[in-house]
């Protein structure tokens, strides 16, 4: 059994960086991605970019492209999410997840959810 454990989140102002962090134990199998979702107040959670843990290629949502980058260490087993020029609109739990299917953006695809960190960004 994978478990995801974030840290990282804040209040930040509008325009400054944070860097979040997953670390993992457990067996990832190599098919699966690891992925960045996010849950602003009364949305819907959404996917915010997701990684290989084997090759390391990744994707991400057209929302925070150019602004944020996911990286993974697999020698620490910590996956992390560097996100720059933070908006308003970015203030959100950020969720770690295992995703089943490389390329998938969708929650129901998710295998595993790590417990959550707050990001606030203020204007």
Same mark, same amino acid.
């Given at each position: ?34 992925? *960045? ?5 009364? +949305? ?42 933070? +908006? ?13 299917? *490389?390329?998938? +953006? ?18």
């Amino acid at each position: 059994q994978v478990q995801l454990v974030e840290s990282g989140g804040g209040l930040v102002q509008a325009g400054e960086s944070l860097r979040l962090s997953c670390a993992t134990s457990g067996h990832i199998y190599s098919n699966y991605a690891m992925a *960045w979702f996010r849950q602003a107040p009364g +949305k819907e959670r959404e996917f915010v970019a997701a990684i290989s843990w084997t090759v390391g290629s990744t994707y991400d949502a057209e929302s925070v492209r150019g602004r944020f980058t996911i990286s993974r260490d697999n020698v620490k087993n910590t996956m992390y999410l560097q996100m720059n020029t933070l +908006k308003p609109e970015d203030t959100a739990v950020y969720y770690c997840a295992v995703l089943r299917y *490389w390329g998938s +953006k969708e929650g129901a695809d998710v295998y595993t959810w790590g417990q959550g960190t707050q990001v606030t960004v203020s204007s």
